[in-house]
């Protein structure tokens, strides 16, 4: 059973940076289209970025675009994000996942078509 695995997260001060990564162990997700999510408490989860899995293009959503950057280590199937000028409305729990019926990234992110959820990772911006 495939499973991504989260990791960087942490607590940073406002204005500061983590680089999020996504892994899944003997997974090669090259063909895949990769989402990160994430969910605040009380909140839905909702779509923060995504890398399409043929051409590389990315997507953003309006409330992260300009801070992050999504990006792919096809050498080490690896999938990070990199977060900067954090915010505290960025505290949330970050998950990644994999889109089993699209290999493109296209607005709306539907979570349905995703799978392979991770644990995720938490993300504390405060001071």
């Known amino acids: 059973q495939v499973q991504f695995v989260e990791s960087g997260g942490g607590l940073v001060q406002p204005g500061g940076s983590l680089r999020l990564s996504c892994t899944a162990p003997?997974?090669?997700?090259?063909?895949?289209?990769i989402g990160w999510f994430r969910q605040a408490p009380g909140k839905e989860r909702e779509a923060v970025s995504c890398?399409?899995?043929?051409?590389?293009?990315?997507y953003y959503a309006d409330s992260v675009k300009g801070r992050f950057t999504i990006s792919r280590d096809s050498a080490k199937s690896t999938v990070l994000l990199q977060m900067n000028s954090l915010k505290p409305e960025d505290t949330a729990v970050y998950y990644c996942?994999?889109?089993?019926?699209?290999?493109?990234?296209?607005?709306?992110?539907?979570?349905?078509?995703?799978?392979?959820w991770g644990q995720g990772t938490q993300v504390t911006v405060s001071s």
């Open positions: 890398v399409s899995g043929s051409l590389g293009t990315t």
């Open positions: 996942a994999a889109n089993t019926v699209r290999n493109f990234c296209a607005p709306p992110l539907f979570l349905y078509e995703y799978d392979y």
């Open positions: 003997g997974f090669r997700g090259d063909g895949y289209a």
